[in-house]
């Protein structure tokens, strides 16, 4: 996901940005990404980097959990310069359907020059590898009084 006009992006704490859907094992993925402050003085602002997932439309009714391994990238624009990274395993459910992390990195550190994160064209480039595998679907049941 490219996250152009970066600058401007970090200026709101809340901004939200989320990715178009790609499909995978029948689920939705998406990136999102929103700015975030520190909770000790609210002065320090951070990237929050996320990986979403909806269920199929027609899962109405039904549980469902899959198992989750992830590498969330912000991707190096110098090719002598290494992607940032953190990584995460999860199980996700129609109960807990995102998971990544609010301070993910400061938005100083990602617009430092000499990370190599941020381009001359205010543009910060997302990525996220992950590999999923189904654990269970199954129907809720309705209690009938």
Not at 51 to 62: T, V, Y
Not at 68 to 92: H, P
Request: proline content about 3%; some cysteine.
């Amino acid at each position: 996901m490219e996250t152009e006009k970066f600058s401007e992006f970090t200026k709101e704490v809340g901004s939200r940005r989320n990715s178009e859907a790609v499909q995978m094992k029948g689920f939705e993925w998406k990136i999102s990404a929103e700015i975030t402050t520190d909770e000790e003085d609210g002065t320090d602002k951070y990237l929050g980097f996320y990986l979403l997932c909806f269920p199929p439309p027609k899962n109405d009714g039904i549980c469902w959990s899959c198992e989750c391994s992830a590498t969330l990238r912000i991707v190096s624009q110098n090719s002598g310069t290494a992607d940032f990274t953190q990584k995460f395993d999860r199980i996700f459910n129609n109960q807990a359907n995102s998971w990544g992390f609010p301070n993910f990195t400061s938005t100083e550190f990602i617009m430092d020059s000499d990370q190599g994160l941020y381009d001359d064209e205010d543009k910060v480039t997302l990525a996220i590898d992950f590999a999923v595998e189904e654990k269970e679907t199954k129907r809720k049941l309705v209690d009938y009084e």
